[in-house]
């Protein structure tokens, strides 16, 4: 067990854990939800109508079993915006499925700070590159339910 969070040792571990996590989403067939026209569609506008209310968005792809959101956060946390965010379209979510016993979101979520420009363009590409690395397309752009998409 690594005792100090601050140590190289500990970075590593993390975002070995964290890359096995994303290739486990990208693979799964259990939730694919997201992808649906409808529900791709009401989260996108729910990430619209935030801009500038409860975050600066930056960039953000909707996959079909999990997002990634890259802002700034404008509201009172993290925890309040997206516990918010989460509550409205999930229950969006579910009325669209027509399914009122099953939780739409996992209780927890995976955050990244950024501290640099550089690291920013980094995490830019890596949300870009996530529809192609789980090789929904060939091209980011060809992704429908990006911030890149022609509004």
């Not at 259990?30 to 409808?38: A, G, I, K, P, T």
Request: some cysteine; overall charge neutral; charged content about 35%.
């Amino acid at each position: 067990m690594i005792a100090d969070k601050n140590t190289e040792e500990w970075i590593r571990l993390q975002r070995s854990v964290y890359k096995e996590m994303e290739s486990s989403l990208d693979r799964t067939d259990y939730v694919s939800f997201l992808q649906r026209y409808e529900i791709a569609n009401m989260i996108l506008e729910s990430i619209e109508f935030r801009q500038g209310r409860d975050w600066n968005m930056i960039e953000y792809v909707i996959m079909p079993s999990h997002i990634h959101l890259f802002c700034e956060i404008l509201g009172p946390s993290l925890k309040h915006v997206l516990e918010q965010f989460k509550r409205w379209t999930g229950h969006k979510g579910l009325e669209l499925l027509r399914d009122k016993r099953n939780r739409f979101w996992q209780d927890e979520w995976f955050d990244h700070w950024s501290r640099s420009g550089e690291e920013d363009d980094k995490i830019i590409q890596y949300i870009r590159q996530n529809p192609v690395k789980a090789k929904l397309v060939d091209d980011y752009r060809k992704w429908p339910y990006g911030s890149w998409r022609q509004k």
